[in-house]
């Protein structure tokens, strides 16, 4: 700027010219400096800076007259911005001498190494013919904004990330105008849409409570109710069906944001999508109620002791019920392995006190069997196994044991060890043996000592040397082998039992007469697999018949009692496989199917929706899927209260499955919602005449214990491929067109198109 001459007198319009335009320049510099902007002026001619302010040279570190001989050249500049932002620089040179102007941002370094983002608006600057001559322009220190929106972009994104972990989302909630003022991303993730469409959705409190499951509904409305009228922080958990179909659990905590006369303006929030929380308890409870229907059917408990401490972290009511207590009698009475010592009886204590300390130690684990007395004195007889559950550097840290009555068990074996040892009496006083043979295999299963002591060989030679049935006839007397051939080719003709007398060959060349009956034992349509017989050495009989005679009444006797004995002991065996697989069957059905109308469950709904799909693909054929609802349902289950509903969910299951085909399937998905799967339609007719029949006979009348009710159905119809490929998307579908229907009058159906067949 050139200073007037003080040496030469102003006039009075001068001085006020100069006056004014003083207070412009320290306006403009008192601008930059607040705004941290700075302007500058750049020559082409001389390729350099020809002017700046002092907040141009402060952006840089440095004062005017350093920035005008740092910025000599382009190249000079070039040198101060930082390596990542050169090219884009570079590129605004070109950019200015094409569009006039140029907004950019960049990094420049000062020679402190501290980095600066800066904001760059130029344009280009002509003279009086139109020629290019340089620039003008201004630059803003903005590394302050840049650090702000960094800041924010850390802080949404850790939001977004600990909602993502945590499944969670946030809202602020407008009660005045019952309008959504904000929704996290997260929070519109749990209700399976985006933020914005979950904002134009949701204008009113009922839309909100539409998303809930109805049996939860009222409850919701309440809590929610008493939070606006207390101002009380609520927290309160409840289902909602998602726009896919899929039902979610919810647990929501609401705290009011803004109060204004008592009353609450806006509310705060946060939802959390617990729906696996809620499975896992709900597992553990149905593992609980199966783990105490174990415990009981088989009679077992089990616990888990901790060994450094010696007490017991956890027993169960089966162990507590072994012993004779309950739970709390048990962890009041049993803390140490001392105390439960004391429950064993004395003559068997040593051998489960090494158990617990020394074969815990050695093996890792332990067996054994002992008896515990209860207090009213009597002896039960218990089976425990036990294996270290944690262990570190110094040992064994936890253990974990089951425990089993087999008192029952025991008298069991005590009077078979009776039974046997009258039966190997029985048998060395009347020189018989029994056996049981697998025809299929061609080999003994069993064989008695007396068999093999009528052989001449030891039990376990017998079965590993007669291996087929020609092998056992070489044990016969070639002038018998006719004979017992005949005897047997009719028992497996005809079935029912034999009997043959014949002379073995013995392993020792002694020959020796036996007589040989037997029976079916386990008979396949009309085959014997496996027959069940005596043997008799009835050589001193042969010499003597009467002798045989009376030996040969007696015998049949004990082989019809051992035979029964036997039978009997068959029979209990089948019994308990014929109640187990019941059991297996029952729990299966009722995994897959609803438990009021038997219809299937959703989990089995989709799986044949799966399926249906598969097979229209593989076949290009169509696939329907129809979601229902009953009409008027919830006003009849208020009025006559759930068992009566309960039967009208019955009469209408019955009534849709008259409806549709046997290759259909429909499925209750909760309340009074269906499924119902068309497949392999041959044109798309089918559905609307099974909808037009549907509606026809859900309309009528329902007349349950004289007691006359009325309910209609709406059906939303999706069809694949038109509205989806996938389970998932034909139920999502059906669902909105179904939701059509009702708003549109209800007792009708509609497709998810528009266009009618």
Known sequence: MTHPNPRLPLDSALEAELAKFRQHQALLDRTELVAHIGHFEWSYELDRLLSCSEEYARMYGMTVDEILAAHSSWGKVLQQVHPDDRHIFEKSGQALRRDKSIDIEFRVVLKSGEIRHIREYAIEVTDATGAEIGSFGILQDISERIKHERDLEYRDELARQTEAITDIGHFIYDESNERYVYISDGCARIYGTSAEEYLQKMLSVEDDLADIVAEDRQRVAEEYANYLSTGQDCAIEYRIVRADGAIRWLRELTRAKLKKDGRVMQTLGVVQDITERVKREQDLMFKDVMASQAEAITDIGYFLFDERENHHLFVSPG???????????????????????????AEDRDKVWECYYETLKSKGGWAVEYRVELADGELRWVREIGREHSRDANGVIQSIGVIQDITEQKNIEQELLYKDALANQAEAITDIGHFIYDEIKQKYLYVSPGLSRIHGMGEDEVVTRIVSWEGDLDLIHPEDRENVRRSYDKFLAEGGDWQVDYRLMRKDGEVRWIREMGKAYVINHGIPEQTIGVLQDITEQKNAEREIIRAKETLEQQVVERTRELANTV????????????????LDFLANHDALTGLPSLRLCKDRLDQSLAEARRNRQTSAVMFLDLDGFKAVNDQYGHEFGDLVLKVTADRIRAEIRETDTVARIGGDEFVIILSSLPENGIAQRIATNLNAQLANPIIIEEVKVEVSASIGISLYPENGTTAEELIRTADKAMYRVKRDGKNDFGFVSTAQF
């Open 571 to 586: 029979k209990q065996l089948q019994e308990e496989i014929e109640e187990r697989e019941k059991i297996a069957a029952e």
């Open 319 to 345: 162990q507590a019920r072994i012993v004779g207590m309950s739970v709390e009698e048990y962890n009041h009475r049993v803390k140490t392995n001392e105390d439960y010592l004391q429950l064993v009886y």
